[in-house]
T-cell receptor, first 111, second 116 residues
C-alpha cells in the first residue's frame, strides 16, 4: 500500500528565511508526486508536480521540490519565504486515479 | 471560468439528522471526487466518478453515506443519519481524465460540517 509521510506538522519561520517541508512516500512502483497548498478557508491548489523527466520541479511563486527515488522523498523548498506563504501544505501521491495525501505541514511565516 | 463550486460552505446539524452537500465541477471535467478532511489531517478519498459511474467507492461508509452524479455533471453527497464523528470538511474536486491519475485535480472550497 502507498502512503505519504510529512515529517513536520508545523514549521514556523521568519520572513525571508529559507524553508524546507519534508515529504516521504512509500511505494514499490513508480508514482506521480504533488504538492498542494491550502490557504485559510480555501480549497487545495496545486503548487507543483512531478510526473517524469527532470527530478527538480518549480512553481511560479518560487517553490521547488526534488524527487529523490533512492530516498523516496519529495521535499519542498523555498530560499526566501514571504508572509503570504503562510498556509497548510500537503504532499500527495497519485496512483490509479486517486490522490493519497500526507497529514499536512502548517507553514507559519512571521515578520 | 468558474472553478469547482460547492454548497453550502458551512452546515450545522444535530446528530441523527440528514444532510446533503452539492458540487458543480469545472465544465468538461469528466472525473469528480469527494474527499473527507478531518481536522489536522490530509484529505481522504470517499468516492470517485468517471462521468456517471462510481469507479472507486471503497472508502465510502455505505451504511450512512450515499452519493450520486446524475447526468455526469453535478454531484450530491448525503449523510443519513449524521453522527458526531462526521464533523469535518467535505471537499469536492474535478479533473480531466488522465492515465493513472497524472492530471491536476481542482478543488472546491469545501463544506464544513458540524454535528452537535
Amino acid at each position: 500500500a502507498q502512503s505519504v509521510t510529512q515529517l513536520d506538522s508545523q514549521v514556523p519561520v521568519f520572513e525571508e528565511a529559507p524553508v524546507e517541508l519534508r515529504c516521504n512516500y512509500s511505494s514499490s512502483v513508480s508514482v506521480y508526486l504533488f504538492w498542494y497548498v491550502q490557504y485559510p478557508n480555501q480549497g487545495l491548489q496545486l503548487l507543483l508536480k512531478y510526473l517524469s523527466g527532470s527530478t527538480l520541479v518549480e512553481s511560479i511563486n518560487g517553490f521547488e521540490a526534488e524527487f529523490n527515488k533512492s530516498q523516496t522523498s519529495f521535499h519542498l523548498r523555498k530560499p526566501s519565504v514571504h508572509i503570504s506563504d503562510t498556509a497548510e501544505y500537503f504532499c500527495a501521491v497519485s496512483k490509479g486515479g486517486k490522490l493519497i495525501f500526507g497529514q499536512g505541514t502548517e507553514l507559519s511565516v512571521k515578520p | 471560468e468558474a472553478g469547482v463550486v460547492q454548497s453550502p460552505r458551512y452546515k450545522i446539524i444535530e446528530k441523527k439528522q440528514p444532510v446533503a452537500f452539492w458540487c458543480n465541477p469545472i465544465s468538461g471535467h469528466n472525473t469528480l471526487y469527494w474527499y473527507l478532511q478531518n481536522l489536522g489531517q490530509g484529505p481522504e478519498l470517499l468516492i470517485r466518478y468517471e462521468n456517471e459511474e462510481a469507479v472507486d467507492d471503497s472508502q465510502l461508509p455505505k451504511d450512512r453515506f450515499s452519493a450520486e452524479r446524475l447526468k455526469g455533471v453535478d454531484s450530491t453527497l448525503k449523510i443519513q443519519p449524521a453522527e458526531l464523528g462526521d464533523s469535518a470538511v467535505y471537499l469536492c474536486a474535478s479533473s480531466l481524465p488522465g492515465a493513472a491519475g497524472d492530471t491536476e485535480a481542482f478543488f472546491g472550497q469545501g463544506t464544513r460540517l458540524t454535528v452537535v
